[in-house]
């Protein structure tokens, strides 16, 4: 077998390989031109975002891309082909007109006819970052409970004490020094009313504590770093 046909041989048998890669891989690939032309995308990304291939050759990559995103697009292209590589999530638009988030990592490459272009592998994290979201909202409605559970603890007592110094008073079972002593506790009850919810306006940290029945509640003197004025106004 001459050279020539060896070699032959051996790039037909790379462009086979090349091919099985760009048909089989498990993850999108689009290839562009420095314009930002879509030239050629494989199985996987047709399926990620819904095009057919012939949908896609020959568009403007903009197209996919969700449009209070479109302009981040020639931003992107730009920067990478100034030799910059882009690991990204990319807010698409679908086929069918639904979101998708695609991770990309793209980078410059030499095309077969010397001139520039792009590579993209694309990645779908859309669900991913669905149930990413969906962790956060629960861990803060979590947190909401327990703020909540803090506050209905530490108010409940002194509230407590309020209602029934005030219906002792409304009752007229004391002679008028007692009274004055009852309105005393009031009043020390509504500063430490008045000092929960400044502690709760100064709130820097998440700090819990066990509650009852295997609950916990924000530990709201832990979770502040407020301290309050002496009521008697001594330093």
């Known amino acids: 077998?001459?050279?020539?046909?060896?070699?032959?041989?051996?790039?037909?048998?790379?462009?086979?390989?090349?091919?099985?890669?760009?048909?089989?891989?498990?993850?999108?690939?689009?290839?562009?031109?420095?314009?930002?032309?879509i030239i050629d995308v494989n199985p996987?990304?047709?399926?990620?975002?819904?095009?057919?291939?012939e949908e896609l050759i020959g568009k403007p990559v903009h197209i996919l891309a969700h449009p209070d995103k479109k302009?981040?697009?020639?931003?992107?292209?730009q920067e990478l082909l100034a030799g910059k590589v882009l690991k990204h999530h990319a807010k698409s638009i679908a086929g069918d007109g639904s979101l998708r988030f695609m991770e990309l990592h793209e980078t410059k490459i030499t095309m077969p006819d010397g001139e520039p272009g792009i590579l993209s592998?694309?990645?779908?994290?859309?669900?991913?970052l669905r149930a990413d979201e969906e962790k956060l909202r629960r861990?803060?409605?979590?947190?909401?409970?327990?703020?909540?559970?803090?506050?209905?603890?530490?108010?409940?007592?002194?509230?407590?004490?309020?209602?029934?110094?005030c219906d002792l008073i409304m009752m007229n079972q004391f002679p008028m020094e007692e009274i004055?002593?009852?309105?005393?506790?009031?009043?020390?009850?509504?500063?430490?009313?008045?000092?929960?919810?400044?502690?709760l306006m100064h709130i820097?940290?998440?700090?819990?504590?066990?509650?009852l029945n295997g609950t916990r509640?924000?530990?709201?003197?832990?979770?502040?770093?407020?301290?309050?004025?002496d009521p008697s106004g001594n330093d």
């Open 1 to 37: 077998m001459s050279g020539d046909k060896r070699q032959t041989n051996s790039m037909n048998d790379g462009e086979s390989r090349y091919k099985t890669l760009w048909d089989l891989s498990p993850s999108g690939i689009i290839l562009e031109n420095a314009e930002g032309t």
């Open 44 to 53: 996987a990304f047709c399926r990620y975002m819904g095009y057919s291939r």
């Open 71 to 77: 302009s981040e697009v020639k931003k992107n292209i």
């Open 121 to 128: 592998i694309a990645a779908d994290v859309t669900e991913q």
């Open 139 to 165: 861990e803060k409605m979590q947190s909401v409970l327990e703020i909540a559970g803090a506050v209905c603890h530490e108010l409940n007592q002194p509230m407590t004490v309020i209602s029934v110094s």
């Open 180 to 199: 004055f002593e009852k309105i005393e506790v009031i009043k020390k009850q509504l500063y430490r009313m008045t000092d929960i919810t400044r502690k």
């Open 204 to 211: 820097t940290k998440y700090e819990t504590r066990d509650y």
């Open 217 to 229: 509640i924000v530990d709201i003197d832990r979770a502040t770093g407020y301290t309050p004025p």
